[in-house]
């Protein structure tokens, strides 16, 4: 199992453009969560789904749209990036009850 | 307003010897608590929980503490090793929510020195 997955690694963008982060798992989890983490911030909740067909607004929501497009996948869409969008993004997945959230490795963001 | 606060950005301490990681919480709802650690280009991972109904939790070298009077829980890693040296989150969820969501603290930096 690959357990959770994010693409792509590494990103570049220009003030304005546009771009969508991509997440899935493989461990027949109910709840998707996006995180970005910055210097001193911690890990700061964007959007979460807990369940397939639902999405919520989580902290940080600002900027940011998801979509659940299915169980397995969740992803988060930047429509006109921003400076201060320069982050970390992590997804995480969780099952049923009191689970620990699994993370995927991250995408790091560089907005110009 | 910071729920979840980790007041050390780092800490340092010898291989062998005891670290001690702090975090604060503000919420009374709060009901089950986290520690995930996170090596540098890697996401967080878990590394011991703790419920409300208790007040120590032990697996291995990790021990955390609960003192809910305080607001107040720590993990204690012993004996601390050179791969401990990462960075430690604290992360707090309230069972009420029913969605899962957790709040994590800004985070703290150990390094265990040979």
């Known amino acids: 199992n690959a357990g959770v997955t994010q693409t792509p690694k590494f990103q570049v963008l220009k003030t304005g453009q546009s771009m969508t982060l991509q997440c899935a798992q493989d461990m027949n989890h109910n709840s998707m969560y996006w995180y970005r983490q910055d210097p001193g911030m911690g890990l700061r909740l964007i959007y979460y789904?807990?369940?397939?067909?639902?999405?919520d607004k989580g902290e940080v929501p600002n900027g940011y749209n998801v979509s659940r497009l299915n169980k397995r996948e969740f992803s988060l869409r930047l429509e006109s990036a921003a400076p201060s969008q320069t982050s970390v993004y992590f997804c995480?997945?969780?099952?049923?009850?009191?689970?620990?959230?699994?993370f995927g490795p991250g995408t790091r963001l560089l907005v110009l | 307003d910071q729920q979840v606060k980790q007041n050390s950005p780092s800490l340092s301490v010898q291989e062998g010897r005891i670290s001690i990681l702090n975090c604060d919480y503000t919420?009374?709802?709060?009901?089950?608590f986290l520690w995930y650690k996170k090596y540098p280009a890697e996401g967080p991972t878990f590394l011991i929980s703790i419920s409300s109904i208790k007040d120590k939790n032990e697996d291995g070298r990790f021990t955390v503490f609960l003192n809910k009077s305080a607001k107040h829980l720590s993990l204690h890693i012993v004996p601390s090793q050179p791969g401990d040296s990462a960075v430690y989150f604290c992360?707090?969820?309230?069972?009420?929510?029913?969605?899962?969501?957790?709040?994590f603290g800004q985070g703290t930096t150990l390094q265990v020195k040979p």
């Open positions: 995480a997945s969780k099952g049923l009850g009191r689970e620990t959230q699994y």
């Open positions: 919420n009374s709802m709060f009901d089950y």
């Open positions: 789904s807990a369940s397939e067909g639902t999405t």
């Open positions: 992360a707090a969820s309230a069972y009420s929510s029913n969605t899962g969501k957790l709040i």
